[in-house]
């Protein structure tokens, strides 16, 4: 065996409460020692993962030592009880979540700090889609206790600098995760930074345990979810309503439906650049609602999907697949649903189209509607007019309303519908409306309920 000079804490301790803020994280006294092991690296380690069986695997007299950097940091609270690890500073090829049983790692292992880690003793396991090490403790992977960090986590004197891997959204691949990454033109989807409704982080009554806000590139189009914990010091912030980069942990949600990215610190979002969002089509601003009632489907009447065309509407899926708007009713109320949700259809491009609307006798019309989201992983949904529909969703050209599409509880259904109301007075003759929804299963899967529509005028 070859014999590797590596750093190990001695002599360290700290005080467990804090009663202030008004402290520097204590200085770490390390001395070098040699020791007799091998080395290895942290793709290595995950080989002996065999995600065929998914059994739990256990490094047992290897006398064996990983080589890493953290990239993470509980400091902000947005992780808890681990350690995020890469295998290099810049250009990284592989990363490692480590389950350990204290709040304050940042204290020791803070971001970009080079360790060693003590394989001997630790398990090895994939748990929601991402590979972990930590104690086995009947059938489980667990955190590292605390009496153990010290024998199994060695800190080294290097503090590296840790450049960020520059991704897009449409390449993350399994093999990212647990690497720090940066994205480039992005922006946070218009649904979450309306004025009249503007969201935090973490901080809304639909939040539980984390808040997942969706991201969207300015290049591709491409989505992804920025998770962050309610118990993170910055969940009740405002999102920034620019776009920009944002650097961070690539990992997956509780559910292993699909990619999410953490951030160690707000300060790791760089939005100054304008937005990206579509060309919307107005007239205006709704002032007041014309008496008259031109147009009105509260679906009393759509008791099945054979009543939309008998009342004149298009309902289609142009993917070839089952899934279209289908009625429904709660508590004596009807409405119409779109899901992507247990139906492995993916993409599922659901159309509904309105019968044609004569707009020609009327002024000052306004298009109202009601939507409600549930079990929110995405926002999928689009309206859209046009005064010269051809029969054919596909062929006509459209014209995108900023329509207001809420965002939705991500493990329940919707409590309330959020409306929204148009002004359409600069179209004349006949029209027609359409609701749009883009979903793919599982990771774009958001159930929307629709009521209440009506179009007024004078």
Known sequence: MKTFLIAVLFGFSMTSCVKTDDFETPTIETEEFTFNGNLTNIAAVKNNFDPENNDIYTFSETETYMEAYVVSSDEGGN??????????????T?????????????????????IYVKLDGLSLWQNNGVIQLGKQNRGDVVAISNSLIDEHLIRTNETAEITALPLEISEFKTEHLNLYIKLENVQ???????????????????????????????VTGATTVLSSSIF????????????GSIEGVLSRNFYDDFFVVAINTPEAIDFNEERCDPEFFSC???????????????????????KFEAEG??????NGGNEVFK????????????????????????????????????????????????????????????NDYSGNPLTTDWLLLDAKIPVGPSN???????????????????????????????????????????????
């Open 188 to 218: 946070f989807n218009r649904q979450l930074i309306r004025e009249d409704l503007r969201f935090t982080f973490a901080g809304e009554q639909i939040d539980e345990y984390d808040g997942e806000r969706q991201l969207e590139s300015c």
């Open 232 to 243: 993170s010091d910055f969940k009740s912030l405002l999102l920034p309503q620019e776009s």
């Open 412 to 458: 329940q259904y919707g409590k309330k519908y959020l409306k929204t109301e148009l002004d359409i007075s600069c179209l004349d003759g006949s029209i027609n409306f359409a609701f749009r929804y883009l979903g793919a299963a599982p990771d774009k899967a958001t159930t929307y309920d629709i009521d209440n529509i009506r179009i007024t005028g004078h």
């Open 94 to 114: 592989a990363g490692i979540l480590i389950l350990v049983d204290d709040n304050s790692l940042f204290e020791t292992f803070e971001f970009g700090r080079k």
């Open 79 to 92: 992780f808890y009880k681990e350690l995020v690890l890469q295998d290099r500073p810049a250009n990284p």
């Open 327 to 386: 009625p429904g009713t709660f508590d004596g109320d009807r409405y119409i649903r779109i899901s992507a949700f247990n139906t492995e259809e993916s993409p599922l491009e659901a159309w509904l189209v309105s019968p044609p609307i004569d707009l020609g006798s009327t002024t000052s019309e306004s298009l109202s509607f009601e939507i409600m989201a549930s079990y929110d992983n995405e926002t999928i949904l689009e309206v859209l007019i046009t």
């Open 284 to 306: 205006g601003d709704v002032t007041t609602a014309g008496p008259e009632v031109i147009f009105e489907e509260n679906f009393t009447n759509i008791t099945s999907k054979e």
């Open 313 to 318: 509407w298009t309902n289609l899926n142009v």
